[in-house]
């Protein structure tokens, strides 16, 4: 087993809180056998050595608060990511272990901000943009009204989802006639925020030029690029669309002069924690993310990430699911 020597060596132990809660630092056997400094100058140590430091350590730092107990939000995905999640323990304690140890707490932890009354979750949200979509395609058909049925089939759901999904936010539809169209196309374009004007900052130019229809499908939604950077020089000064792309540096003044509501993070992966960290501070608080970073933003910041990669080895595992299925 690896010893750390100095931050406790030939010093009284310190009565020290791990930043995640989760470990009471003055009562670890680890800390006193010197196998572990602590939470903070342990992973002070790492950083100073060029390694990587717990994930959680990296959240509380970047939220500027204390330890996760002053977080303010209600659920945390951080602590899931074993390999990402306290280097230091890895040295020498079963991860499985603590890793329970961490779900046990940040369940408990997010029993304290429970959600609000009948609220939507995540993927009723997902699906409201599924069901405008749908209802943009039969708008542009000509069609003014449609059955839950005939709704339900286009999306390769259950006419009883859509109405559960719907019945979040009210009743919608008439029993015997179905949905009308443009009332339902507003409704959920309300639901969804887009009945106001978006303004969005895109850092990355080049998946938005790959996209040119993006922007035409994003303004019939209210949702305008009116910003676009890029870390690349070489793509400095070049136009995407009418837009001049200009440097990374400027993201903070701009984004507050353009009151920018999402920005969306398509940049080079290793240069995408730093952009995150400018739009945070530009007061930016949804942030959609395009590449394999895993970004650590506040508490209060929404990340929605869409990784290729990762969405296919998603779905490398439904395909052998299939194929242990069929077999004998």
């Known amino acids: 087993m690896r010893s750390f020597a100095g931050p406790t060596e030939g010093r009284e132990r310190m009565v020290l809180q ?21 939470c903070e100058p342990g992973n002070e ?60 707490h940040f369940g408990e932890k997010s029993k304290e901000y429970p959600e609000a009354p009948n609220s939507p979750s995540q993927r009723v949200v997902t699906r409201m943009q599924l069901y405008l979509h749908a209802l943009d395609e039969f708008a542009g058909t000509g069609i003014t009204t449609i059955s839950s049925w005939r709704f339900a089939r286009k999306l390769g759901i ?21 949905y009308n169209v443009t009332f339902l196309r507003q409704k959920i374009s309300t639901i969804l925020g887009l009945d106001r004007v978006q303004h969005i900052a895109w850092i ?21 690029i009116v910003a676009v950077f890029d870390t690349d020089p070489e793509r400095l000064g070049t136009h995407v669309g009418d837009l001049q792309v200009m440097q990374a540096s400027m993201i903070g003044q701009v984004v507050k002069n353009l009151d920018v509501d999402v920005a969306v993070v398509a940049c080079e992966d290793e240069d995408a924690q730093w952009v995150a960290d400018q739009l945070v501070s530009a007061g930016v608080t949804a942030v959609l993310n395009l590449t394999a970073a895993i970004l650590v933003v506040p508490g209060n910041v929404t990340v929605r990430n869409l990784d290729v990669a990762s969405e296919i080895f998603a779905l490398s595992y439904y395909c052998g699911l299939h194929g242990r299925q069929d077999s004998p």
Not at 30 to 37: A, D, E, H, S
């Open 18 to 38: 791990a930043l995640c809660g989760v470990f009471q630092c003055s009562d670890c056997k680890y800390q006193l056998k010197q196998l572990c400094p602590g």
């Open 158 to 178: 259950t006419p009883g989802l859509i109405r559960k999904d719907l019945s979040f936010f009210g009743g919608f539809g008439k029993r015997g006639v179905g």
């Open 204 to 224: 990355g130019g080049d998946k938005l030029v790959q996209d040119p229809q993006l922007p035409e499908r994003l303004t019939a939604h209210n949702c305008r």
């Open 45 to 104: 140590m790492l950083a100073a050595q060029g390694k990587s430091v717990c994930r959680i350590f990296e959240c509380v730092r970047a939220q500027d608060v204390e330890s996760c107990g002053d977080c303010s939000k209600a659920t945390c995905q951080v602590y899931k990511q074993p390999e990402l999640t306290c280097p230091l323990r890895s040295e020498f304690q079963n991860p499985r272990w603590w890793l329970a140890k961490m779900a046990t």
